[in-house]
């Protein structure tokens, strides 16, 4: 700097030149040699490349298939069968099973993944080796791959027991109907405190079983078909007197939808 005449800048050939500056490049490790990349921006563009791709894929399969929508949910229906998301399956099966359910419950909800993820959190402080291939790493190659396969077999086990065509009838979005009836009748107390309510709705909509508003059957057509039962409707589910059973069968013959 020259005292009234300002500052002056000098150019750095090895900072403005790209043909000077050195090339940024990690030193070639003894291990691998040849192999080593700079993260910024060799091996972070191929990643952002990848993401991009992925996240256009996902993109098109999501306008392609909406997420299906079902019925609002309903706390009083017990004959609703929940199913979690497919990547979840394997667990859900796992809890379908008579040692991991029920009194057991606490181990398949969390002792037995809880082992299987921790075994896999383990494996790379159980083996040290530098060895890159699978085959002679033996340890951690064969824990990934009974994880792989035990994952695969209980998710193809829950997608084949799962009665998937009723699932999706009963979630079916329905049009609502509108019934009034009295709710301080017998009738309606008898039906509250029956089972029927668990698979023919709170309001008589249906849901596992028929709606019961309008129907075309006599009381003593209803009575037989709660006893014998009727398609996929068992009998002898009504746990109430023979008197209480035809008192709900009159009631039922007197709900008939209203208009809108």
Not at 53 to 77: I, N, Q
Not at 98 to 125: K, Q, T
Request: net charge negative; glycine share 10%; aromatic share 12%.
């Amino acid at each position: 700097m020259h005292k009234g005449k300002g500052m002056k800048f000098v150019g750095d050939s090895r900072v403005t030149d790209p043909s000077i500056r050195p090339k940024k490049t990690p030193k070639d490790y003894s291990e691998y040699p040849g192999k080593t990349e700079a993260f910024w921006p060799d091996f972070l563009l191929k990643e952002w490349l990848v993401g991009a791709v992925f996240l256009v894929g996902y993109l098109v399969l999501t306008v392609a298939h909406p997420s299906p929508l079902e019925r609002p949910a309903d706390p009083s229906d017990t004959g609703y069968i929940p199913v979690p998301d497919w990547y979840f399956l394997f667990l859900y099966q796992l809890l379908k099973y008579e040692f991991a359910s029920g009194p057991f419950n606490i181990i398949g909800a969390i002792i037995m993944p809880g082992l299987a993820f921790g075994a896999l959190l383990l494996v790379p402080f159980l083996d040290t080796s530098k060895e890159r291939s699978p085959w002679k790493r033996p340890l951690p190659t064969g824990f990934m791959l009974l994880a792989l396969a035990a994952m695969i077999f209980l998710t193809w086990e829950s997608v084949v027991n799962h009665d998937w065509k009723a699932a999706a009838e009963y979630g079916k979005i329905k049009e609502e109907v509108s019934v009034e009836f009295d709710e301080t009748s017998e009738g309606y107390q008898l039906y509250q405190a029956s089972s029927c309510i668990g698979c023919h709705g709170n309001a008589f909509e249906g849901g596992l079983g028929l709606p019961l508003v309008g129907v075309d059957l006599t009381a003593d057509e209803i009575v037989t078909i709660a006893h014998e039962g009727r398609g996929g409707m068992p009998g002898g589910t009504y746990q109430g007197t023979e008197e209480e059973l035809h008192k709900l069968a009159e009631f039922i013959t007197t709900l008939q939808p209203t208009e809108k």
